[in-house]
């Protein structure tokens, strides 16, 4: 599961990720995360973490991370080559959700490319180019898709049917997004579709340091734009974040009392963006480590294990779980157990997020 950055040139998106990634994962880890310039892993803050931490002694705390992409700015013309073009368009093809940043700060010595600052013309410059490679491919699709309908070949025949409704939507100048069915078959026919404007977007309102609270009116019309979309705006200062993310712990914490921050605002972005990705954490915990893991919601018990390890999932026996407010409850494990309070789960089991896990398998 990845997010891909897209904004504008010159809205802070480099910024951003800079901040974002600045943390250093320790690779070791995460073999997964390649190494790319322009990939990277984003702790995910989780304060059960250290409540688990309270309870079990443990050498290292390892958080879920999120991989990110940063997508190079987009411009218009984009859909017909203009900029990086369809090469920049392909590598939204491979990521499962958008993270849009629009510049919301005024700074007369950043130029925009359109000239000022107007986050609504800019999210619609993105949209527009988005929405047009869209259409031509969807057009190239419709047309191979009735010509094996012909044949009767029922799949072809939906997918003549699917993208026919968004080709509707997108000549009508609207993402495949605002369809937003409530059938989860059908979303998952719209999502296998692999359109630009089908991926779920979180909006990154890039504000000034003056306003971090984002109250301006330029944050505002991003809030309401996301809310008719039914989505989410997190407001960021770019420029503050990546100052916090070079300075140690203490004085971070300094800063960010000074500046009458809780928490660097790159935490409360990485756990939208996990929501937005339709992701939740379970944990394992023990004398060697305490870890969160990431799995989709509704992944079963099997396919958790297979997280940590593909043969945990094949030689999967049972799991064995707790919550970690029982943990807070009966603060040992030992104790949950003689509680009679430990379940003992199944191949069927449907994660719940927050699981503490003990998992049992063959190998
Ligand atoms: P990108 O082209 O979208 O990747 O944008 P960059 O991250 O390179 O930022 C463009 C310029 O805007 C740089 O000079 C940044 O220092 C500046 N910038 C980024 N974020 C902020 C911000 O929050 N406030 C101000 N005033 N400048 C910013």
């Known amino acids: 599961m990845e997010a891909g950055i897209v904004g504008l040139p010159n809205v802070g998106k480099s910024t951003l990720f800079n901040a974002l990634t600045a943390a250093g994962i320790a690779s070791e880890n995460y073999p997964f995360c390649t190494i790319e310039p322009n990939v ?3 702790p995910v803050p989780d304060s059960r973490l250290a409540t688990i931490q309270k309870y079990i002694q443990t050498q290292k705390v390892i958080p ?15 859909s017909e080559g203009e900029g990086l073009g369809n090469k920049f368009l392909s590598h939204i093809r491979n990521v499962d959700a958008i993270v849009h940043v629009v510049r919301c700060f005024e700074d007369d010595d950043i130029t925009h490319v359109d000239g000022s600052v107007d986050p609504i013309r800019d999210i619609e410059t993105i949209d527009t180019e988005l929405m047009l490679a869209d259409l031509e491919s969807v057009t190239n699709s419709l047309d191979k898709a009735r010509r094996t309908a012909r044949s009767g070949d029922k799949d072809a025949k939906r997918r003549v049917e699917l993208l026919e409704v968004c080709k509707t939507v997108l000549d009508d100048g609207n993402p495949v997004r605002s369809l ?8 998952k ?14 909006y990154v309102a890039n504000i000034e340091e003056d306003d971090l609270e984002g109250t301006g009116q330029h944050v505002q019309r991003v809030r309401e734009r996301a809310t008719q979309e039914g989505g989410e705006v997190v407001p960021v200062c770019a420029r503050l974040e990546a100052e916090l993310a070079e300075l140690d712990a203490e004085d971070q914490q300094e800063m960010l009392e000074s500046v009458g921050l809780a928490e660097p605002a790159l935490a409360v972005l990485a756990r939208a963006a996990y929501k937005l990705l339709g992701l939740e954490s379970y944990f394992t915990a023990g004398e060697k480590e305490i870890r969160a893991w990431t799995i989709p919601i509704g992944a079963t018990a099997p396919q958790a294990a297979g997280v940590i390890h593909t043969d945990f999932e094949r030689g999967f026996i049972r799991a064995e779980v707790y919550a970690v407010d029982e943990l807070v ?17 199944g191949k069927d089991y449907v994660m719940q ?5 003990h998992f049992l398998f063959n190998v």
């Open 40 to 42: 990277g892993a984003v």
């Open 64 to 78: 879920a991370v999120l991989q990110l992409v940063d997508i190079a700015g987009i411009v218009r013309g984009a």
């Open 329 to 345: 409850q009966y603060e040992s494990e030992k104790a949950i157990r003689e509680a009679g309070k430990l379940r003992v789960e």
């Open 353 to 357: 997020d927050g699981d503490v896990c």
């Open 180 to 187: 937003n069915p409530e059938d989860p078959t059908l979303r």
């Open 189 to 202: 026919e719209i999502n296998g579709l692999q359109l630009l404007t089908s991926k779920r977007v979180l």
